[in-house]
């Protein structure tokens, strides 16, 4: 029997890939609560709010029978669309399914880092000094480093640790990484760290006009950065659960 199969006799393939996601941790289980903080979100960054897929993490919740139902109502009326949830008993996962969403187990505690020959701050203040095109710091098992311009509707992904990209991200395109993201150039697309939940990643860049900037979930837009930042060096860290800019010396 031939295992050839004519291509377009096809409805579907499936494929490996990785597509960049919000992940909307939860640290209440009560859907009003999470209502009035979505409404305020809403009123800072509507822009953000326009049909967003976002993953419900419930690994903090001690929560067996989530009000789930509810809280996807709330989000959906907030015009965020919830596609699966992470963490959570069986329960959980049960209505999970139930409401046709997907279901991830929680997140490993302590993932590791990939990037830790070199301090990021460290690596970019050297640099700074050696010039626009200096060598980038040691990327370990599972990081990358791309060399050259990531251009407009171009994605550059680092799956499993640190992202580096020597030269520039253009409008329009995005990097991401499971680690922290380094660009040695201007950065005006979209950087996304920790795409997996580390709070410990980071973004840094010798130019900053991101379009948006998210570690671990937590996010930025261009019109939500202060403007004396733009044009300038800077790393990106998690202070809580709030995302923190600051200039590099």
């Known amino acids: 029997m031939s295992l050839n199969v004519d291509r377009d006799s096809l409805a579907f393939t ?28 809403l009123s800072q960054s509507p822009a953000f709010f326009q049909h967003t897929p976002v993953v419900l993490s419930v690994e903090k919740l001690d929560e067996p029978h989530l009000a789930l139902e509810r809280i996807c109502a709330v989000c959906r009326a907030h015009k965020l669309l919830p596609v699966a949830v992470r963490g959570g008993a069986d329960p959980v996962k049960q209505s999970a399914w139930a409401l046709g969403l997907g279901w991830f187990p929680p997140l490993e505690a302590g993932r590791p880092r990939s990037l830790e020959s070199v301090a990021p701050v460290e690596a970019a203040a050297s640099a700074e000094e050696a010039g626009p095109l200096a060598s980038p710091p040691g990327v370990g098992s599972g990081g990358r480093i791309f060399r050259g311009t990531v251009r407009s509707g171009q994605q550059v992904t680092a799956p499993e640790g640190d992202l580096v990209v020597v030269g520039a991200v253009n409008a329009g395109a995005e990097v ?40 671990a979930g937590n996010y930025k837009r261009l019109e939500d950065i202060d403007p004396r930042l733009l044009g300038s060096a800077v790393q990106v860290r998690l202070d809580g659960d709030q995302l923190g800019i600051t200039a590099l010396a």
Request: hydrophobic content about 45%.
């Open 14 to 41: 499936f494929k490996g890939g990785m597509l960049p996601m919000t992940v909307m941790e939860l640290a209440s289980a009560d859907p009003e609560q999470i209502r009035d903080q979505l409404a305020g979100k």
């Open 176 to 215: 991401l990484a499971a680690g922290s993201v380094h660009v040695y150039g201007a950065l005006r697309g979209r950087a996304l760290a920790g795409i997996h939940g580390d709070p410990l990643a980071g973004i840094f860049c010798r130019e900053l006009h991101a379009e948006l900037l998210s570690v």
